[in-house]
């Protein structure tokens, strides 16, 4: 009994005085450790609280440390309950007592609400950096309801790395962005350049009839961003004065066909939103949401938060067709993990999409790491995506699939990959036209190409520097054909970039999977999972 009582004035007087503004935030104990308590007072009524907390530790901390924070109380009524004036509360978990993180900056809504120290670096040999975020905001349900609490994705503002940094060059566990400081606040970037090809793993093929444990309403954490080893879209040197995204000029939208909800039986494959072909430019252009229905993203589930890390194409209200790299690379993801986004423009806004688990993943079985042969995986939802204006299934090719017929003619890659104004991962998604070229004259062009083509690739680019970038990994190549869009290829991979200062290498041909030649795969993978 004196140990214990002894113990709990020890860790009292340990963290008494350490808070900068007691009313807002205190450190309390209980039985499974030390905890921090973020109280914030109403300010007027808000549809979104968006809270920032910045911690600082005296040391290096170990991979496995992760700090946490929840709301406390009811999601579904904390806005409504804040809005009638009852105090907002969080909870910061600690994973440790020795040493405890000092509360160094609280911020709501983009206003600081509590400045401290912190620890200094005169003082310790290394200081680690915690932020922490959280938001909570209205999201209005199809069936009316708007008081359902979901955290809007914040996406930290990281270097560019890629998928050889093996998903875990930063440590992002429960919204919080790990940064480790060694005599000045710095970011570390842990990125290895040297070659997009990876290494030669064993491979294990996958198709899991798992069963998810899937809440439809789980709050996520603020996601972080990783990117997919892919073909990268080059910097393009703008001039500033004229630096713009252009958009096509405003035009009145034909009604759009009649979709009904249900099996991809009942609607109409390839047709996006305007029921017209879309007029496609080059470097990188926007695009109205819709245009592109069959687009989705893939993001990674992992201690509480969410991840980005490829797109994928739609191809049935049940079935994705993605890059097999996107999930298995040096370590292979679990079927559990990996969360699907339909219907998504922005991916910062998280209303009106649709989100599914997977139910089953298939990665072809001749898919081979070092080379990424066979580059292919089709994902089975746990559930049907209802169809409706902007989400709708790509249809898969018809027709001869000799790779001689298209050559010469342009396909579509879209997707949230970087680009001159930013790196990949998030906001709204850019387009581009891509030219497809034989594999002889891909091969002709360099001769590192006869390593990673084959009779089941196809090249594609204008080597003017545009194109899929880190984060396009997994998007589709859309060819229309006789009026409908269709999937043809898959992004893969690219040559590494001779200029070290780029991780886009797009003066070189990006190398597609050809879906065509997978045609009988996919099929019987999607006969095997119909419902």
Known sequence: MYRVIFSFMLIHFLVSGQSPCPDNFEYFKNDRGVYGL??????????????EAKFTIGARVPPNYALGIEPIGSELNLLDNFNRGVPLKYQVSFPSTSPIPKLVELTINNNVFCRGAGDSISRFNTVTTINLQHTLYYKVQPNGFSNVIQPRPQSPALPAHDILDDYNAYLIKDGSVYNIVKDKPTWQDNRDDTDII????????????????WQGNKVYPVPSTEYPVTVPRRKVNVPETTTQIATKPPKPKPAPRPIQSGSSNSIECGINSSNEPVALVYKGYSYERGEWPWLVALYKSQFSSLSYICAGTLISDRHVVSAAHCIRRK???????????????????????????????????GYNTSTLENDILVLTLDRTVPFGEFIRPACLWSGDTDLSRIVGTSGVVAGWGASE???GG????????????????????????????SSNTLCAGDRNGS?????????????????????????????????????????????????????????????????
């Open 38 to 51: 973020i109280t914030i007072q109403p300010f007027g009524k808000v549809s979104t609280v968006y809270l």
């Open 198 to 213: 990876p290494e030669n793993i064993p491979y294990v093929p996958i198709i899991s009839n798992e069963q998810p444990n």
């Open 331 to 365: 370590t292979e993801l679990k079927l559990s993990n990996i969360v699907i986004k339909a219907g998504v423009y922005n991916l910062d806004d998280w209303t009106d999409i649709s989100v599914s688990k997977v139910l089953g993943a298939a990665i072809h079985e």
């Open 421 to 423: 104004f930013g790196t």
């Open 426 to 453: 998030m906001g709204e998604p850019l387009m581009v036209r891509m030219p497809i070229v034989s594999t002889t004259t891909c091969r002709a062009s360099k001769a590192e190409f006869h390593r990673i083509t």
């Open 467 to 531: 194109g899929p970038c880190l984060g396009d990994s997994g998007g589709g190549l859309y060819i229309l054909d006789n009026g409908r869009w269709r999937l043809r290829g898959v992004v893969s991979k690219s040559l590494p970039s001779d200029d070290p200062e780029y991780s886009c290498n797009l003066n070189e041909y990006i190398v597609f999977t050809d879906t065509a030649q997978y045609l009988p795969w996919i099929k019987d993978i999607m006969s095997k999972t119909a419902l």
